[in-house]
């Protein structure tokens, strides 16, 4: 028999697929916020399962005792606060994380902040957007262009 393994955490279809072959795989949707899956999930739907894959999901002491053959957590997040670790340590249930996870999209906005910082994008459109371009009758500085026309 193939292991169970649930799947409570946004993830990649092909990947889920994929695991198929050697897994038995069952889908939830993610919590959308911090929320126990215990109180959501049957007793008898979180009983087999071995393996977990979650997010936002919390796995407290309640939902883990629901869990009497979990020997892998893995939390989709550089810190598994979702997870009761004192109990997975004493059950000897293995937790894994996924640090690095949203890498891409934190060096976009690092790069956006620097560039608006540098650039002061946001004092500009707010003068901008508030009629507050002009110094003394003129421009304050730099130039506002509309669709290749002077403003």
Not at 54 to 83: F, G, H, K
Request: positive net charge; hydrophobic residues 45%; proline residues 7%.
């Amino acid at each position: 028999m193939r292991p169970q393994l649930l799947i409570a955490a946004d993830f990649d279809q092909q990947l889920a697929s994929a695991l198929e072959t050697d897994f038995a795989v069952h889908r939830r949707p993610a919590a959308p916020g911090p929320d126990p899956l215990g109180p959501r999930a049957a007793a008898d739907e979180l009983a087999p399962i071995e393996a977990i894959v979650c997010e936002t999901d919390v796995l407290d002491a309640q939902t883990l005792a629901m869990m009497p053959n979990l020997r892998l957590v893995i939390s989709a997040r550089a810190n598994p606060v979702n997870v009761d670790l004192d109990v997975c340590r004493e059950r000897g249930i293995v937790v894994a994380t996924t640090p690095a996870r949203n890498a891409a999209a934190t060096a976009d906005l690092t790069m956006a902040l620097m560039l608006n910082t540098l650039r002061r994008v946001s004092a500009h459109a707010w003068h901008r957007r508030f009629g507050r371009c002009r110094s003394k009758g003129r421009r304050a500085g730099y130039r506002v262009w509309d669709a290749g026309h002077r403003v």
